[in-house]
């Protein structure tokens, strides 16, 4: 089992920064990818960036690119995901979501940004 708590999100102005942050905790070392997903109101969850645990390497929707960077700390056993530019389209409920390598997934409980234009 992962548990996942996350924090940082909030109210800010178009054009304004935010930081997520995600603590993961539990079966930490059977993690093999780590994402943040967003849902606003009427819409589905989508993907916003992943991160693979071995080597790093990221993927990004196409909407954030260039405006979202996701990162991990190992030794906090924390994934982040600076936001700047942020545009009130962005104005989402964030999840951090996990995958392991039993082919299991664990979610957050989500984060409320709100983004005012």
């Known amino acids: 089992q992962v548990q996942l708590v996350e924090s940082g999100g909030g109210w800010v102005q178009a054009g304004g920064s935010l930081r997520l942050s995600c603590a993961a905790s539990?079966?930490?070392?059977?993690?093999?990818?780590m994402g943040w997903y967003r849902q606003a109101p009427g819409k589905q969850r989508e993907l916003v960036a992943s991160?693979?645990?071995?080597?790093?390497?990221?993927n990004y929707a196409d909407s954030v690119k260039d405006r979202f960077t996701i990162s991990k700390n190992d030794a906090k056993n924390r994934v982040y995901l600076q936001m700047d530019s942020l545009k009130p389209e962005d104005t989402a409920v964030y999840y951090c979501?996990?995958?392991?390598?039993?082919?299991?997934?664990?979610w957050g409980q989500g984060t409320q940004v709100t983004v005012s234009s």
């Open positions: 979501k996990v995958d392991s390598r039993t082919f299991q997934t664990y």
């Open positions: 539990g079966s930490i070392f059977s993690i093999f990818r």
């Open positions: 991160l693979v645990t071995n080597g790093g390497s990221t």
